[in-house]
Nanobody, 120 residues
Framework: QVELVESGGGLVQPGGSLRLSCAASGSISSIYAMGWYRQAPGKQRELVAQILNGGTTNYADSAKGRFTISRDSAKNTVSLQMNSLKPEDTAIYYC??????????????WGRGTRVTVSS
């Protein structure tokens, strides 16, 4: 069993900042990548940012220059620092990780999501 637990969502005014965190726990042999996706009402889930083993990062164009993803491999955590937030950033943010359990194959795992609302 692998569990991803997010924290840090909430209500923030436009131009404000939020920091999301996610911790992976359970039967983990290796973590190949961790990242954040989001889903706004009526829209498909989309990648926001991802960090791979070795530190390579990928960002959605909408996140570049405003969001920063970081990872603590020793603690199996990933964080997303979001600055200069806009109303269009409003969504449920999901933590994602590609994890190989002991003796198993790599799989996608998802957190339950944390809501981010950007509004005045």
């Amino acid at each position: 069993q692998v569990e991803l637990v997010e924290s840090g969502g909430g209500l923030v005014q436009p131009g404000g900042s939020l920091r999301l965190s996610c911790a992976a726990s359970g039967s983990i042999s290796s973590i190949y990548a961790m990242g954040w996706y989001r889903q706004a009402p009526g829209k498909q889930r989309e990648l926001v940012a991802q960090i791979l083993n070795g530190g390579t990062t990928n960002y959605a164009d909408s996140a570049k220059g405003r969001f920063t993803i970081s990872r603590d491999s020793a603690k199996n955590t990933v964080s997303l620092q979001m600055n200069s937030l806009k109303p269009e950033d409003t969504a449920i943010y999901y933590c994602n990780a590609i994890i190989r359990p002991p003796g198993g194959r790599p799989n996608d795992y998802w957190g339950r999501g944390t809501r981010v609302t950007v509004s005045s």
